[in-house]
């Protein structure tokens, strides 16, 4: 399994006391920074539609880009245009803001957002590291409705309605308030005041055992708390996009390059209740190369596997690269129990508080609780798809 964390957390185990002052300072340096935002002494753009952010106060794989790929399926089935602001790591197009196509080149987009331009065409994905920019951008050419901030916790230049905050199960117990560089966090336990929602990537009886560091951790914020998880559906085959339910017993070779590779291996073994032949793992946001394909296909045959599995991000980056014998996840969104929602699931919060949204905000204009075919918004639709991490 990877070591990709393994040796940083080390680190920082043993050198935390030498660490701590920069923390510290650290901390307190981004406490000040989200002040001058909330007092309007840095300014703040504000789109002319609802805007949600998705983030994280730590680094690593939380969950993002599947939580962002659940609210464009929401709008999409309420009719709704929907935008996603992303600064596109590891992107190089040739100008900014890039409006992502689905047949763009994953070095020019960055994986992430052409996996969901691939997932969501009707969605406008604007890869911009100065985000002001793209949403202006996007505004001057489209008309969405909603707008995803992706990765955007952090990032206050754009002003938004609803922050969404994934937490790792780590996040409220060995890893609370650990700021970089002692720790994953990006800011301290202060930050989370401005969440409206916390989410852990969890099952739902794991995340009942997190109960005890739920209330500990976050009751102080009297926000709801909500689990998700990704479930495999099925596979497509990268090249062609043959869909199959099952390998029906047959050994498979599995492939990762995402945050969480372990969560990956859970999946994949609870689906199909045996395990891979051998996990291969990559760094996170790992550009593949033609050596890298010859030596998955070469351990595939070594192992005797007639299937190599990988991630839908994976496969962005595979591309035509690969043979027949690749495949990827076809993963939703399942949401489980919640604390402190009353027993609400996500979707129906999410739809609630994105109807309050549209009726509060002047900025929206003739937006109103109907879509463009004059249907209220369904609470329950689009609950269970999304995408992989």
Known sequence: MSKQYRPVEELQQRFRPLL??????????????????ARGVFPQWEAPAVT?????????????????GW????????????????RGYRAKPAAYPFHVQPGNLVEEAGDEPLMLAKEYPEARIVVDPVRTRGGKWLFEHFNPRLVVL?????????KRHADIVLLRPSDLAQHWNRVIPAGAWREDYTALRRADCFMIKSSPEYFEKLGEHIHKRLEQYNRPVFSFSLSPKGFVQVL????????????FLLVSGIG???QV???????????????MVYRDHHTYTKTDVLDIIATAKRKKAKFILCTQKDAVKLGPMCTLDFWAFDTRVDFGPSYFAQRVKFGAWW??????LVQELPVMGAATGENNSGHEYDENAGEDHGTQD
């Open 71 to 86: 609210l464009l399926k929401w709008a999409a089935n309420r009719g709704l245009e929907a935008g996603v602001l992303t």
């Open 265 to 279: 291996h859970r999946a994949a073994v609870k689906y199909f209740n045996y395990k891979p032949v051998d996990h």
């Open 150 to 158: 992706d990765d955007g916790f952090q990032h206050m230049a754009v």
């Open 52 to 68: 949600v952010s998705v983030g994280n106060v730590s680094w690593g794989g939380t969950g993002k880009t599947p939580m962002a």
């Open 351 to 356: 739809s609630r508080r994105f109807n309050t």
């Open 240 to 251: 062609t996009g043959k869909s199959e339910k099952d390998f029906f017993g047959e050994p």
């Open 260 to 262: 969480d590779p372990k």
């Open 20 to 37: 701590a002052p920069a923390a510290w300072l650290n901390a307190r340096i981004m406490r000040l920074r989200s002040r001058l935002y």
